[in-house]
């Protein structure tokens, strides 16, 4: 599933092609993704201005000159073809639109989705934050709001895997499966231990890691393990630096023993044993 690098990346494509475009059609091969898209798409945002692209944790948001704004979703095997050339539509193409940009050049962008578990959406400015996929995010990682204090509040007393809680999107936006096995192995945390364990330096590690991974995959075009392509069709080639995932019995590049893969919450999860020990007491059986 494209993560926050990934859906970064997708957005600053976004926004070096369509800020200050005109839509001039949009065209829907399949209203049916993970919720059906409003067929009155088409005639809503025709003519409308795109103002500048942004992200929420995994969504894309684009306003228009209207007051309103499209939501994008990629799911999970979902990314946009962006092209100053036509492109021929092909299997599981499900959207295009086509815009004009300020130097009158038309630019094309297609949803690709496989699995069909994006979603696109066209509502109020105003309705954002009350949006059923916003409203319950919480803090964007690579805000000032993500900080220990904040960590250790929302971690305080819960009976749950650090590796849970990186997932769980109301806590911090924007974290998927690849990236919070890379933030573990970064900050020396174990993934089964319990986030009540967690003290003020783990937490400061923990915040750390997040901010610096996140950076550096957004740098990298962010991670390709099957799926994700960037919009102008190459690969994230953070792939290259990952430290633990899909490395299962590799050897560690800290202390040269090999990393280890367990399934948790029908998640693949990577670490090492030794660079992420901690005491048994604190091991969740699984």
């Known amino acids: 599933m494209p993560e926050l690098p990934e859906v970064e990346t997708t957005k600053n494509a976004l926004s070096n092609f369509i800020t200050e475009a005109k839509v001039i059609e949009v065209e829907i091969f399949k209203e049916e993704l993970r919720w059906p898209i409003n067929n009155n798409l088409k005639s809503d945002i025709k003519n409308s201005i795109i103002l500048n692209p942004f992200r929420l944790g995994k969504y894309i948001i684009v306003p228009t000159d209207r007051n309103k704004c499209l939501l994008l ?9 962006i092209s100053k050339k036509k492109i021929k539509v092909k299997k599981h193409d499900h959207v295009k639109f086509t815009f004009l940009n300020t130097k009158h050049e038309e630019i094309y962008v297609l949803y690709n989705d496989t699995r069909r578990f994006g979603f696109i959406d066209y509502f109020d ?5 009350e949006h ?3 409203k ?20 305080n007393n819960r009976d749950v895997t650090i590796k849970t809680s990186l997932l769980d999107q109301k806590i911090v936006a924007g974290i998927g499966n690849i990236y919070a096995s890379e933030i573990l192995f970064l900050s020396k945390i174990h993934p089964l ?9 783990m937490a400061n590690r923990l915040c750390k890691s997040i901010k610096y991974i996140l950076k550096k995959a957004i740098d990298k075009g962010g991670t390709t393990i099957k799926d994700f ?3 102008d069709g190459q690969i994230g080639y953070f792939k290259q630096d990952l430290l633990v995932y899909s490395r299962k019995g590799m050897e560690c590049f800290d202390c040269e023993k090999h990393i280890k893969m367990i399934n948790f ?16 007491k604190f091991l969740k059986e699984i």
């Open 229 to 231: 392509k960037n919009p």
């Open 125 to 129: 400015n105003d309705k954002l934050n």
């Open 132 to 134: 059923f996929l916003i």
């Open 265 to 280: 919450s029908g998640r693949a999860t990577y670490y090492c044993k030794k660079c992420q020990g901690f005491e048994k």
């Open 73 to 81: 979703h990629l799911g999970m095997s979902g990314f946009l073809k």
């Open 193 to 201: 231990l319990k986030v009540k364990f967690l003290d003020k330096k």
């Open 136 to 155: 319950k995010l919480g803090v964007e990682p690579l805000s000032l709001d993500l900080n220990t204090k904040y960590l250790l509040k929302k971690f």
